[in-house]
């Protein structure tokens, strides 16, 4: 009597699986759809076995279950079998290493041992060699039923050793899960091969098909359920992987300008089902195609389709992707809204090799390359300074703080009043031996991005308090220079000790220390960052409010912060040649002197920008037309010059 609960346990086991790929959305991508295919078999293979075992313990069988019973055989042969080869696409397709059987030679050859499995089924009825099925004896195995299992085992083997190939594929845990099902499930067909009675195959394939899920398919990890595409984290493992093996696609990278706003206006299920929506479009273009798209989403609105490139050489299949996509999503308007998306193509591995270039292109190339434009070739890219220097952001943010590469500019400021130079603002720069002077409009943002902006910041705060405590600031008719703090800086808790520590280790006058902190800051000011703020007033710190008119300017956080200092950003001054521009800012300037506040307006660059400044009675004024900021050394001589005789 053969002990059946095994393979009672295992259906539900499946069907499991099957619900949470379901309910997670885990149907969209080649690999996911793959993997339900291999549960979907394997269900299939165990209520085959078991259409097989009851029937055949029923001696001697009716005519009905000797026809479920010999029709059962035939299909869990088959099935089960096809599902090793199931398997092995699985995890070609879970790893981007399809490439390996795309030459039709090896494809033949793939399938050549299951044909082979099918022929001698298709001969069985005649010649009764693989198995036999009577009403009085039931089942029993014919002298091919070897050759059967020869071909389970060299899909089985085929398999196992791949999976020990692909170690550099997949990170350690899911490495093991993977090796760990193989050896399970091979120990499952030991154990029934010499014990029949024990129909553990399926149940052991079952925990082992769970495991996949939970251990590799993680639906939490590898999908965004929320808008039906694969999440970012995939997307990432899958560049890898591409990487490595060399295989050749096609990545159509699209930013969604206007996400953010679409958003806040429709709301969060809205946008997400309008992401959807658009995901939907996109896989109905690949029948046009004739190719695969994968599917992934970054968030707050970054689209990433992932196809094959065209063997045919005609017409290249991300070209006419590309062609087609932007259009397709700017053309999709719901509730009033559309995206406005940014497109750029990018050819693995002919315009780049590495995973991290790869990725960083997709976040950047909008920075790198400024033209009006809504459609960008990598191609047209790769080979700028900007890339390399973004691609290579970390190595050179690593070298200017082992190597002091953090160099600090001054640019000074005109005291208007008294027509000197009585402050200036420190502006740090990166001065790597490989790239050269390295703005911080480039740094800055990555620095924020990646995770350096602290220990950059304590740097830039080091270099100014050892500039103040080697020069005698009023003798240079200096009297402070300001210094600009990063959002991370300013939720510090230790931001108050750090700069105690620099004051005693250089003997700084708080008083020559002017503190920046830019207006979006404080959109989401934090209880630790107003601590912050006050205890280092309590310590003599003085604190100014960068690019006022930029963010969302409120003069109620401007009465209620403790400031010095209101330092109008450029763009104001932009606008001065208007009367509507000129207005705001002579409202703005005598609204913010009303309340006792001292005004830096930054930018003017030119003499009638400043004789506006002047006849509006600022206070100080920072821009080209006085000076660039400078290197330390031609700093303190530009001051020798200009305020010996004012």
Same mark, same amino acid.
């Given at each position: 009597?053969?002990?059946?609960?095994?393979?009672?346990?295992?259906? %539900?086991?499946?069907?499991?699986?099957?619900?949470?790929?379901?309910?997670?959305?885990?149907?969209?991508?080649?690999?996911?759809?793959?993997?339900?295919?291999?549960?979907?078999?394997?269900?299939?293979?165990?209520?085959?076995?078991?259409?097989?075992?009851?029937?055949?313990?029923?001696?001697?069988?009716?005519?009905?279950?000797?026809?479920?019973?010999?029709?059962?055989?035939?299909?869990?042969?088959?099935?089960?079998?096809?599902?090793?080869?199931?398997?092995?696409?699985?995890?070609?397709?879970?790893?981007?290493?399809?490439?390996?059987?795309?030459?039709?030679?090896?494809?033949?050859?793939?399938?050549?041992?299951?044909?082979?499995?099918?022929?001698?089924?298709?001969?069985?009825?005649?010649?009764?060699?693989?198995?036999?099925?009577?009403?009085?004896?039931?089942?029993?195995?014919?002298?091919?039923?070897?050759?059967?299992?020869?071909?389970?085992?060299?899909?089985?083997?085929?398999?196992?050793?791949?999976?020990?190939?692909?170690?550099?594929?997949?990170?350690?845990?899911?490495?093991?899960?993977?090796?760990?099902?193989?050896?399970?499930?091979?120990?499952?067909?030991?154990?029934?091969?010499?014990?029949?009675?024990?129909?553990?195959?399926?149940?052991?394939?079952?925990?082992?098909?769970?495991?996949?899920?939970?251990?590799?398919?993680?639906?939490?990890?590898?999908?965004?359920?929320?808008?039906?595409?694969? &999440?970012?984290?995939?997307?990432?493992?899958?560049?890898?992987?591409?990487? =490595? &093996?060399?295989?050749?696609?096609?990545?159509?990278?699209?930013?969604?300008?206007?996400?953010?706003?679409?958003?806040?206006?429709?709301?969060?299920?809205?946008?997400?089902?309008?992401?959807?929506?658009?995901?939907?479009?996109?896989?109905?273009?690949?029948?046009?195609?004739?190719?695969?798209?994968?599917?992934?989403?970054?968030?707050?609105?970054?689209?990433?389709?992932?196809?094959?490139?065209?063997?045919?050489?005609?017409?290249?299949?991300?070209?006419?992707? =590309?062609?087609?996509?932007?259009?397709?999503?700017?053309?999709?308007?719901?509730?009033?809204?559309?995206?406005?998306?940014?497109?750029?193509?990018?050819?693995?591995?002919?315009?780049?090799?590495?995973?991290?270039?790869?990725?960083?292109?997709?976040?950047?190339?909008?920075?790198?390359?400024?033209?009006?434009?809504?459609?960008?070739?990598?191609?047209?890219?790769?080979?700028?300074?900007?890339?390399?220097?973004?691609?290579?952001?970390?190595?050179?943010?690593?070298?200017?703080?082992?190597?002091?590469?953090?160099?600090?500019?001054?640019?000074?400021?005109?005291?208007?009043?008294?027509?000197?130079?009585?402050?200036?603002?420190?502006?740090?720069?990166?001065?790597?031996?490989?790239?050269?002077?390295?703005?911080?409009?480039?740094?800055?943002?990555?620095?924020?991005?990646?995770?350096?902006?602290?220990?950059?910041?304590?740097?830039?705060?080091?270099?100014?308090?050892?500039?103040?405590?080697?020069?005698?600031?009023?003798?240079?008719?200096?009297?402070?220079?300001?210094?600009?703090?990063?959002?991370?800086?300013?939720?510090?808790?230790?931001? %108050?000790?750090?700069?105690?520590?620099?004051?005693?280790?250089?003997?700084?006058? %708080?008083?020559?220390?002017?503190?920046?902190?830019?207006?979006?800051?404080?959109?989401?000011?934090?209880?630790?960052?107003?601590?912050?703020?006050?205890?280092?007033?309590?310590?003599?710190?003085?604190?100014?409010?960068?690019?006022?008119?930029?963010?969302?300017?409120?003069?109620?956080?401007?009465?209620? =912060?403790?400031?010095?200092?209101?330092?109008?950003?450029? &763009?104001? =001054?932009?606008?001065?040649?208007?009367?509507?521009?000129?207005?705001?800012?002579?409202?703005?300037?005598?609204?913010?002197?009303?309340?006792?506040?001292?005004?830096?307006?930054?930018?003017?660059?030119?003499?009638?920008?400043?004789?506006?400044?002047?006849?509006?009675?600022?206070?100080?004024?920072?821009?080209?037309?006085?000076?660039? %900021?400078?290197?330390?050394?031609?700093?303190?001589?530009?001051?020798?010059?200009?305020?010996?005789?004012?």
């Amino acid at each position: 009597m053969k002990v059946i609960y095994f393979d009672i346990c295992a259906i %539900p086991l499946f069907l499991m699986i099957l619900i949470i790929c379901h309910t997670r959305r885990m149907t969209k991508g080649k690999a996911n759809q793959m993997f339900v295919l291999v549960v979907t078999v394997s269900l299939i293979s165990a209520i085959a076995d078991l259409g097989m075992e009851i029937p055949n313990s029923m001696l001697p069988m009716s005519g009905t279950g000797y026809f479920i019973c010999t029709l059962s055989t035939y299909l869990y042969l088959a099935v089960r079998n096809g599902n090793n080869a199931i398997l092995l696409l699985f995890l070609l397709m879970l790893t981007r290493t399809t490439s390996l059987i795309r030459k039709k030679w090896i494809r033949f050859a793939f399938w050549l041992p299951y044909m082979v499995l099918l022929l001698l089924l298709a001969q069985n009825p005649f010649t009764h060699r693989v198995f036999t099925i009577t009403a009085e004896t039931g089942y029993a195995r014919g002298p091919l039923m070897m050759a059967i299992y020869a071909i389970a085992m060299v899909y089985g083997l085929t398999g196992l050793v791949y999976c020990i190939y692909c170690r550099r594929y997949l990170p350690a845990n899911k490495w093991a899960a993977l090796l760990t099902c193989y050896l399970l499930a091979h120990a499952a067909v030991v154990i029934q091969f010499f014990h029949p009675e024990l129909l553990v195959e399926m149940f052991c394939t079952a925990l082992g098909e769970m495991l996949i899920m939970l251990s590799i398919m993680r639906p939490e990890e590898r999908m965004d359920s929320a808008v039906g595409m694969l &999440s970012w984290a995939s997307y990432r493992s899958d560049i890898r992987n591409i990487a =490595l &093996s060399g295989e050749h696609v096609r990545i159509v990278v699209i930013r969604l300008l206007n996400c953010l706003e679409i958003r806040n206006f429709v709301g969060d299920h809205n946008y997400n089902q309008y992401l959807s929506e658009v995901a939907d479009r996109i896989r109905a273009v690949r029948w046009t195609h004739r190719h695969r798209i994968e599917i992934y989403f970054e968030r707050p609105g970054t689209i990433y389709l992932i196809t094959d490139a065209d063997e045919s050489g005609s017409e290249d299949a991300g070209e006419r992707l =590309l062609a087609e996509v932007g259009d397709l999503i700017r053309g999709h308007v719901k509730m009033g809204v559309c995206f406005e998306p940014r497109v750029c193509l990018i050819r693995c591995p002919e315009d780049l090799q590495k995973a991290e270039d790869v990725i960083s292109l997709g976040h950047i190339f909008l920075q790198i390359d400024e033209r009006k434009q809504t459609v960008f070739r990598a191609s047209d890219i790769v080979h700028s300074r900007t890339f390399a220097m973004e691609a290579h952001i970390e190595e050179i943010f690593d070298r200017a703080l082992k190597n002091h590469n953090i160099k600090m500019f001054y640019q000074p400021i005109l005291d208007v009043q008294s027509g000197r130079f009585r402050s200036a603002e420190a502006l740090a720069r990166i001065i790597d031996p490989e790239y050269g002077l390295i703005s911080p409009a480039v740094f800055i943002p990555a620095a924020e991005t990646e995770g350096y902006i602290i220990p950059i910041g304590d740097a830039v705060l080091d270099q100014v308090f050892r500039f103040v405590s080697e020069h005698d600031l009023d003798a240079l008719g200096l009297s402070y220079v300001e210094i600009n703090l990063s959002v991370a800086q300013c939720m510090e808790r230790s931001l %108050p000790e750090k700069i105690s520590a620099l004051q005693k280790k250089y003997g700084v006058d %708080p008083g020559k220390i002017n503190l920046e902190i830019t207006e979006t800051n404080f959109e989401h000011i934090s209880e630790i960052m107003f601590e912050n703020v006050n205890e280092l007033i309590r310590m003599g710190y003085s604190f100014a409010l960068d690019d006022y008119g930029t963010g969302y300017s409120s003069i109620q956080r401007v009465i209620h =912060l403790p400031l010095k200092l209101i330092k109008i950003d450029k &763009s104001m =001054l932009e606008e001065v040649s208007t009367a509507n521009g000129r207005m705001i800012l002579d409202y703005t300037m005598r609204m913010m002197q009303s309340i006792g506040k001292l005004l830096v307006v930054e930018g003017a660059e030119t003499v009638d920008e400043v004789e506006i400044l002047r006849s509006m009675n600022c206070d100080y004024i920072q821009g080209f037309y006085f000076s660039r %900021p400078l290197p330390e050394e031609e700093f303190i001589r530009f001051l020798e010059e200009q305020n010996k005789d004012r």
